[in-house]
């Protein structure tokens, strides 16, 4: 584990902001010690913190992403041509808590494909584990629309086919999984209608 001081030099940035990215959830320390109140990362977060930059550095913070995207009708200033999000609303894994994220998406037909990439980091992301937990408590938010949708994870044989899919589109991804030991999975989600 890295002392905040040590992760805040490895990843080219001030303590402030680091504490600032707990504060507002974006990124939360691995530890912090009872006593002393120190906070611990590991090398692990380097690729999550690597993300919140790379959107800043469009002018962009995952607030404000939401934030514009309720503003302007599911549309977000700055991104490069033909990168979509939507918002992922999930309920925490453990706590069942309320649990929201912008991602990137890319759609198959009317199925809605998001990947559990976590900036290459070796771990699956937290909205992962929420979607495993409840595959049926998921709400998308995409342009104007929100509505349920359904959960499941892409079977590997199908997985593949769609991975090369988006890697081809977002070669990002491609970047991500090369070199990570850790399989990315692919989610798909399907618009649930209401009876």
Do not use: C
């Not at 992760?7 to 902001?17: C, H, I, K, Q």
């Not at 929420?130 to 998921?138: G, Q, R, Y």
């Amino acid at each position: 584990m890295l002392k905040i001081r040590d992760f805040a030099r490895l990843g080219e940035v001030s303590m402030t902001t680091l504490r600032y990215y707990n504060e507002i959830g974006l990124l939360k320390p691995i530890h912090v010690d009872p006593e002393t109140g120190y906070r611990f990362y590991t090398m692990d977060q380097l690729p999550h913190l690597h993300r919140i930059l790379a959107f800043k550095e469009l002018g962009l913070e995952l607030i404000q992403i939401i934030e514009e995207f309720h503003a302007n009708g599911g549309k977000v200033r700055n991104l490069p041509p033909g990168i979509n999000f939507l918002l992922l609303h999930t309920l925490g894994a453990k706590s069942n808590q309320p649990r929201l994220i912008p991602l990137q998406y890319f759609k198959e037909g009317d199925t809605y494909i998001i990947i559990a990439a976590k900036g290459g980091a070796p771990t699956n992301p937290d909205w992962y584990y929420n979607i495993l937990a409840h595959p049926d408590d998921v709400t998308l938010e995409v342009g104007t629309e929100q509505f349920k949708a359904h959960a499941t994870v892409a079977k590997p044989a199908e997985r593949n086919r769609i991975f090369a899919d988006v890697a081809r589109q977002s070669p990002n991804f491609a970047d991500y999984q090369k070199d990570n030991p850790r399989i990315m999975p692919v989610v798909l989600l399907k618009r649930v209608n209401a009876k």
